[in-house]
């Protein structure tokens, strides 16, 4: 069977990158050409193919593509859907940028929890890597919730992305941790959306590249005991392989360069009333380049 050909706009920054390296040993998908307008004539790493510069007036040069990834910043994405849609290309367009993540019409691309209205889906909006995270410790409990979840959040300076600023600057980030969007984080917003209900978020970078850590401080409506929570992330997982849940606090280095996410060091108090559970994914590929991969997998499987 010949495997599916996903172009990819925006192959300059690091998603972009780990999203070529993931293709290039899968075996049902394939590159068909990665744009970069900076990169523009420089070859691929481990593909015999040359970055090119292409604009969104251009894509209907480009008729076969089974899917287009855009690895964009923010507010870039419609320009090019606009540019599909003039030229009535039949693709998958999957949205790795913010831009259509509240939109209804787009599938919000969080295999384990919205898997079966990913399958045949021709819009898809990848969820932020601190959303993922949350989003996969908070949906399975989100019913024995009582008040926002409170969210602390640490990632490393990959996801200020390679553009050089102050939360990438490895001067400023030296023996350093640095809080910001203290309130109002768009990631804030995405959970509190998709979860339906409100979510405290606070977002830090440190100076390690990759990787993401979350503590979530959890208010319960009836007491519950710690075997119970970690039983309920259990029985909600079982048949996800990329998501583990374990006894221990997880750490950063168990899932750095891996698809997957652990969740665990499940803590409840004495009252049963407040809880706390660790959610751990490398921000690069469950949070982003992987989770995208997983998407099309589903999407554009018969």
Not at 212 to 225: D, E, R, T, Y
Not at 258 to 266: L, N, S, Y
């Amino acid at each position: 069977m010949s495997k599916k050909k996903i172009g990819l706009i925006g192959g300059r920054g690091f998603v972009g990158g780990e999203f070529i390296t993931l293709l290039r040993d899968h075996t049902e998908l394939e590159l068909a050409f990665a744009s970069s307008s900076s990169k523009a004539g420089q070859p691929i790493t481990g593909v015999e193919q040359n970055f090119i510069a292409l604009s969104p007036a251009q894509i209907s040069n480009h008729r076969g593509l089974d899917a287009l990834v855009l690895a964009l910043p923010n507010g870039q994405a419609n320009a090019w859907v606009t540019a599909v849609d003039q030229a009535k290309l039949d693709c998958c367009i999957l949205d790795i940028s913010a831009d259509h993540r509240f939109d209804p019409t787009w599938v919000y691309g969080l295999p384990e929890t919205n898997g079966p209205a990913l399958a045949d889906a021709k819009r898809i909006a990848n969820p932020g890597c601190y959303a993922t995270a949350a989003a996969l410790a908070l949906v399975p409990l989100r019913d024995i919730l009582s008040g926002p979840p409170s969210v602390f959040g640490v990632s490393g300076y990959s996801g200020a992305g390679a553009t050089p600023n102050p939360r990438n600057d490895p001067v400023n980030l030296a023996d350093n941790l640095l809080a910001y969007s203290l309130s109002g984080h768009i990631h804030e917003r995405e959970i509190s959306h998709h979860l339906g209900q409100k979510v405290h978020f606070t977002p830090h970078v440190a100076e390690f590249f990759r990787g993401i850590l979350l503590s979530i401080h959890l208010k319960f409506a009836q007491p519950v005991s710690a075997p119970l929570i970690t039983e309920a992330l259990q029985q909600y997982y079982q048949y996800a392989p990329l998501v583990h849940v374990v006894d221990e606090i997880p750490n950063i280095q168990q899932v750095t360069g891996t698809p997957d996410a652990r969740i665990g060091g499940v803590i409840a108090d004495n009252s049963g009333l407040h809880g706390v559970v660790v959610v751990c994914l490398d921000n690069l590929l469950k949070g982003a380049a992987s989770q995208a991969i997983q998407n099309l997998e589903i999407a554009l499987t018969p």
